[in-house]
């Protein structure tokens, strides 16, 4: 369950609320991998999520990331705008601007 590119891919194409969501996202993939019920309550899936063997939130959003660079078609409407705020930030804390 490492590479979860895969997954994200197949969602995000099922699913569009999910190109600007990661929580949603997120949680379609536990979903998906049987992880979590639908029903349950948010305490009770992250009190448990080491013994589940929950996968890393950053490692969805990093294979949503990866899905969008490579297919266009998959981003979502917020896709511009985190990519300006991402070179907004890329210019204020860079060591060479100063």
Same mark, same amino acid.
């Given at each position: 369950?490492?590479?979860?590119?895969d997954t994200?891919?197949?969602?995000?194409?099922?699913?569009?609320?999910?190109?600007?969501?990661?929580?949603?996202?997120?949680? #379609?993939?536990?979903? *998906?991998?049987?992880?979590?019920?639908?029903? /349950?309550?948010? =305490? +009770?899936?992250?009190? !448990?999520?080491k013994t589940?063997?929950?996968?890393?939130?950053?490692?969805?959003?990093?294979?949503?990331?990866?899905?969008?660079?490579?297919?266009?078609? #998959?981003?979502?409407? *917020?896709y511009k705008?985190?990519?300006?705020? /991402?070179?907004? =930030? +890329?210019?204020?804390? !860079?060591?060479?601007?100063?």
């Amino acid at each position: 369950m490492k590479n979860y590119y895969d997954t994200v891919k197949q969602i995000l194409i099922e699913k569009a609320a999910a190109r600007d969501d990661d929580m949603y996202l997120y949680a #379609l993939v536990l979903y *998906k991998f049987k992880l979590i019920d639908p029903n /349950e309550t948010f =305490y +009770r899936v992250m009190t !448990s999520a080491k013994t589940r063997g929950l996968p890393s939130y950053e490692s969805v959003s990093r294979a949503r990331r990866k899905v969008q660079e490579q297919e266009p078609e #998959l981003r979502g409407a *917020k896709y511009k705008e985190r990519k300006k705020e /991402e070179e907004e =930030y +890329r210019g204020f804390y !860079s060591p060479f601007n100063k």
